[in-house]
């Protein structure tokens, strides 16, 4: 299904350099246009808006997202010198300087050998997760540096996030986009050189690997996105990193396959992850703590005996109510704040402080 009406720019809501939110007198009446890709837009202005999503009630947030300016006219950004083509062969098929292209200043790194050298690097299935995890880390280890690496298994647009363009004016925090995502502050063509770069070059603290908002889910065994976290924990091995898995942990989703330890965990780590990683889980009690166990158990035996650490104690809850306090906008997962569901919050942070414990 595709689906595309004409409407028009009633307002302006918000512009930055990235992004404008319009109001629009058809459609879901509020659109994002993307300036990488499409001519910014005044108001009156006759615009095409793609509402598929929209009108499936999926995905987006509820925007519309503008294809193109009526009436077309020629138009062209030049800002950018590289030749990596991402979302190819799409009509919104774009340049960038990618860090390991050969006109890229970064180029030569990239022809050296490289390894981890034991470091930890975190893996978040949950768009969620990442302003979370920035701003415990910072709670943490005050002024730490913390790269964020964004995969193409959901949103494409990393602009599409306020949380992103929020920690994006943080001096602290970098991103980098990695194969048909676009919009990070640097744009890489695969994970292994983004670890790279974000070990050698940023001198990163924490490195993170996530996705951006959006992220697929089926309802069945292996159709979801959050798949492809096995694939980021080999190559954090191959790499001679030590994967973190941050686990998607809740008692307030009261879907079979989220409640407790959700099989978006499970699944890729239990019976896809061939190299050893580590999987922290804060403090529980009592059943909450019996029904992770079981779940876990139901996956034995695993491809490879992974490090499960079940915190002794609670270590994490002040320096998560401490981050909330100080995050740029609210945090939420799933609509729910840490009120709704301290877990999910607690599980981000654990899996920070154990990380730290865990690297070489």
Not at 55 to 74: A, M, S, Y
Not at 133 to 155: L, M, N, P, T
Not at 192 to 201: E, I, V
Request: hydrophobic content about 40%; aromatic content about 10%.
């Amino acid at each position: 299904m595709y689906k595309q009406v004409k409407t028009k720019v009633v307002n302006i809501q918000y512009e930055d350099k990235e992004i404008q939110k319009l109001t629009t007198d058809k459609g879901a009446k509020r659109a994002i246009l993307y300036k990488t890709i499409t001519q910014r837009v005044e108001i009156g202005a006759d615009v095409l808006v793609n509402v598929t999503a929209t009108d499936l009630k999926l995905g987006t947030g509820g925007w519309d997202i503008v294809r193109e300016i009526l009436p077309v006219t020629n138009w062209s950004l030049m800002e950018v010198q590289g030749h990596i083509m991402k979302v190819r062969y799409t009509p919104i098929q774009h340049s960038v300087l990618a860090i390991e292209s050969q006109e890229s200043e970064y180029h030569q790194q990239f022809t050296e050998s490289f390894s981890l050298m034991g470091s930890p690097v975190w893996l978040a299935e949950l768009h969620s997760m990442v302003p979370l995890f920035y701003f415990v880390s910072q709670e943490i280890k005050a002024d730490s540096r913390c790269c964020v690496i964004f995969d193409d298994q959901a949103g494409l647009a990393l602009s599409m996030s306020d949380q992103l363009r929020a920690l994006h004016q943080q001096d602290k925090f970098h991103s980098i986009t990695v194969g048909q995502a676009f919009g990070g502050q640097f744009e890489a063509v695969t994970i292994a050189s983004a670890l790279q770069f974000a070990k050698n070059t940023l001198k990163a603290d924490f490195i993170v690997i996530s996705v951006g908002p959006g992220v697929v889910g089926t309802g069945t065994r292996f159709g979801f996105s959050g798949m492809i976290m096995s694939h980021w924990s080999h190559t954090i091995s191959a790499l001679e990193g030590i994967p973190i898995w941050i686990p998607r942990l809740s008692f307030a989703d009261f879907r079979k396959r989220h409640n407790g330890l959700s099989h978006h965990t499970l699944t890729p780590l239990c019976q896809f992850t061939f190299k050893q990683a580590v999987l922290p889980l804060p403090y529980l009690e009592g059943k909450e703590r019996q029904k992770v166990t079981e779940q876990l158990n139901g996956y034995r035996p695993f491809q490879v005996e992974h490090n499960i650490h079940f915190a002794s104690k609670d270590h994490v809850t002040d320096l998560v109510i401490q981050a909330l306090k100080t995050a740029s906008l609210p945090i939420q997962t799933m609509g729910r704040k840490y009120g709704d569901d301290p877990l999910f919050f607690c599980a981000v942070a654990e899996a920070i402080r154990v990380g730290l414990l865990t690297s070489v």
